[in-house]
């Protein structure tokens, strides 16, 4: 990249180099571990070649690290891609789209518009639990629009798959809890039949601390 802008006179031969920022952005869900000087992954070596070791820092953005407020305090347009990255609604996803479309008006920021509306449409909007086609959108108004238009439909779907998950899950536990029940019943039974044959009738007490159990194990390891 460098080497380009010498080549297309961008920068000349006698007048140096831009200085170059090297910046990784994680987004990954565990903490960042690898060191961040190229230096530290190579293994031990002779002290008389440790000077040609290379050496190249980069800064650490690691998204998940960053607290909300300090991202709703900021104005930098890199806040904002935190927030679109942890966006879960279309909700959230326009208002942010609206601040972008306020701020980068102009001729100089078309290629960054460019890029946003790019990685709304194949990123963003795709993790935010929108299941039908997303069109190629070319602008972000085109973005706004689209969320205002269909973003009552969507808040729909959500609510019903909330019902459906909800369904299912109550489902699932009902039928554990009932499994559960009929094993610690089962047990109770047999665990009462076993102390009659011995003692013969029982009192209340130890029929009702039987019944009333909900300990499947307890009571396995009083028929022992």
Do not use: C
């Not at 909700?91 to 078309?110: D, K, N, S, T």
């Not at 963003?124 to 602008?139: A, M, N």
């Not at 047999?190 to 499947?216: C, H, K, M, W």
Request: zero cysteines; hydrophobic letters at 40%; aromatic letters at 6%.
């Amino acid at each position: 990249m460098l080497l380009d802008l010498v080549k297309t006179g961008s920068v000349r031969e006698n007048e140096g180099l831009p200085p170059v920022f090297p910046i990784v952005i994680y987004n990954g869900g565990r903490a960042w571990k690898a060191p961040q000087d190229v230096e530290a992954l190579f293994a031990p070596m002779p002290e008389s070649l440790k000077m040609y070791r290379p050496r190249h820092r980069h800064f650490l953005l690691d998204e998940s690290r960053v607290p909300a407020d300090a991202l709703d305090k900021s104005r930098g347009l890199a806040a904002q891609l935190l927030k679109l990255e942890r966006a879960q609604e279309p909700e959230e996803v326009r208002q942010i789209v609206r601040e972008l479309i306020a701020r980068l008006h102009g001729p100089e920021y078309v290629p960054l518009l460019r890029a946003f509306t790019v990685w709304l449409g194949r990123v963003v909007l795709k993790r935010s639990g929108i299941t039908e086609d997303i069109p190629e959108f070319q602008d972000l108004r085109e973005v706004d629009a689209m969320l205002e238009e269909r973003a009552a439909q969507w808040k729909d779907e959500y609510i019903r798959q909330g019902v459906v998950i909800g369904e299912a899950r109550g489902e699932a536990r009902g039928e554990a809890r009932g499994e559960a029940r009929g094993e610690i019943k089962g047990i109770g039974l047999a665990l009462q039949d076993l102390l009659e044959a011995r003692f013969g009738t029982l009192p209340q007490s130890v029929t009702s601390y039987i019944a009333n159990s909900s300990d499947a194990n307890a009571l396995r390891k009083l028929t022992l």
